[in-house]
């Protein structure tokens, strides 16, 4: 069975603080792993998806990278708009099969 | 560009009631995919549709069911419904594996 882990639960910076979300999986077969911000009531959001270990993606203050075992988002100079829960996902190999498997989240506070 | 559109975004019913949760994917996309979130929860599978036809199932009770249509919108159908059921109902489109995009989801409140 897929499994997703997050940590920390939550995370409070200063701004301009920077730092790093952990998320470490087991799949069979990894296809893709995903990261999507997520606000309050409202649909996650596409940031970045991660094939292969060693492929890092960056997008603005946010960089994701991967390993066989886990991923890690870092939040450079992080501002009070990236206050959000990050959510971490997986998607397995198999054909027709592209159901994602979540983590529970890290929620990020960024304080002015 | 276009996204996900789900209705309607809010719903109240009473416990024992039937509702039904539509979803248009994004044009071309050709899988269809829904997710229960409930307070404080991740998103968690329900089913998928492959073209029309379902490709997965998750953790969806058998009072639910769910079809894809010709024009590729879904429908989500909840019967007999339980104050358990009250969460974030969300619907995501893809192409093949690609594109993987959510809706803002239905806030379904059961009373």
């Known amino acids: 069975e897929d499994q997703v882990t997050q940590s920390p639960e939550a995370l409070r910076l200063q701004e301009g603080e920077s730092s790093s979300l952990n998320c470490s999986y087991t799949v069979s077969g990894l296809r893709g792993l995903f990261w999507y911000r997520q606000d309050p009531g409202k649909g996650p959001e596409f940031l970045f998806t991660l094939y292969s270990a060693g492929e890092e993606k960056e997008k603005e203050r946010l960089k994701a990278t991967l390993t066989k075992k886990e991923s890690f988002l870092h939040i450079t100079a992080p501002k009070p708009e990236d206050s959000a829960t990050y959510l971490c996902a997986v998607q397995a190999g198999g054909y027709s099969n592209y159901k994602l498997t979540f983590g529970k989240g890290t929620l990020l506070t960024v304080n002015p | 560009a276009a996204g996900v559109i789900q209705s309607p975004r809010h719903l109240i019913k009473e416990k024992r009631e039937t509702a039904t949760l539509k979803c248009y994917p994004i044009?071309?996309?050709?899988?269809v995919y829904w997710y229960q979130q409930g307070p404080g929860q991740d998103p968690q599978f329900l089913i998928s549709f492959y073209e029309k036809m379902q490709s997965d199932k998750g953790s969806i009770p058998d009072r639910f069911s769910a079809q894809q249509f010709s024009d590729y919108h879904s429908e989500l159908n909840m019967s007999s419904l339980e104050l358990g059921d009250s969460a974030l109902y969300f619907c995501?489109?893809?192409?093949?594996?690609?594109?993987?995009?959510f809706g803002s989801g239905t806030r379904l409140t059961v009373v």
């Open positions: 995501a489109s893809s192409l093949q594996a690609d594109g993987y995009t």
């Open positions: 044009p071309r996309h050709d899988t």
